[in-house]
């Protein structure tokens, strides 16, 4: 398997909620109206940093008019 590409670890609520400047019952609100992709393991949910950056491409505006 060459090309391989390393794994990045899933993110908690908390380090995503940290990344977005926001408080967790934001990251939990973009979850919850699927705004956010996320990936439940048992009742934990993890948000995976490929997905958190599209997320942010995706709701990037410009100011400039």
């Given at each position: 398997?060459?090309?391989?590409?390393?794994t990045?670890?899933?993110?908690?609520?908390?380090?995503?909620?940290?990344?977005?400047?926001v408080?967790?019952?934001?990251?939990?609100?973009?979850?919850?109206?699927?705004?956010?992709?996320?990936?439940?393991?048992?009742?934990?949910?993890?948000?995976?940093?490929?997905?958190?950056?599209?997320?942010?491409?995706?709701?990037?505006?410009?100011e400039?008019?």
């Amino acid at each position: 398997m060459a090309d391989a590409k390393p794994t990045l670890a899933l993110l908690t609520v908390e380090q995503t909620a940290e990344r977005l400047n926001v408080c967790k019952r934001t990251v939990y609100r973009r979850i919850k109206d699927r705004e956010l992709p996320f990936v439940r393991t048992g009742r934990l949910l993890r948000i995976d940093p490929v997905d958190l950056e599209r997320y942010i491409a995706v709701n990037r505006h410009s100011e400039a008019r």
